[in-house]
């Protein structure tokens, strides 16, 4: 049975060391709608990462024994996550060189506390769409190929060998060489 990827759920992992912001950021985002994940540790994280598909990554900056910023280091040295959102939540007032380094981990979004509902579901939301539209391209790119590869195995059976075409000539000079290479004009043409 053929499922519409644009309408299945999508896992959001959410990661903080402290129970009552994970639990502050599940019921900011429950409303919409998809599967939240939650770890309260880096180490926890990855073992997410390693085991499920993971839309978007929501991920607190300053942890014990991994902070952030590592965490968004190895999840994007894994092949798979590459891609993979990563919206990092910031407690603590941040300055320009530490924006920069998340950038440079992998992060596509920061979000500062106190976190405003609204912003954060609209954020995270836009990212779960582009997850969808993503695999939904990855999706039919994957069948344009597929169809491309049927048809070309195809072309054998199908195909006739050409047989050449007698070239019709464009001009009088073409109709009469033999009067050109002569020096002489070609014959008048008939009415």
Known sequence: MWTNPMRDKVNILLVD???GKLLSYEVMLNSLGENLIKADSGRRALEYILSTEIAVVLVDVVMPDMDGFELATLIHQHPRYQKTALIFVSAVQIGDLDYLRGYECGAVDYVSVPVVP????AR???FV???RKT?????LNDELEQRVAERTRELPR???PRTAQPTRPHSERD?????VEAGGAPPPARP
């Open 17 to 19: 060391d402290e129970p």
């Open 118 to 121: 609204e912003i954060l579901r």
């Open 124 to 126: 995270v939301s836009v």
């Open 129 to 131: 769409d582009l997850y």
């Open 135 to 139: 695999r939904e391209l990855e999706r």
């Open 158 to 160: 199908h195909a006739r």
């Open 175 to 179: 109709r009469h060489p033999e009067a």
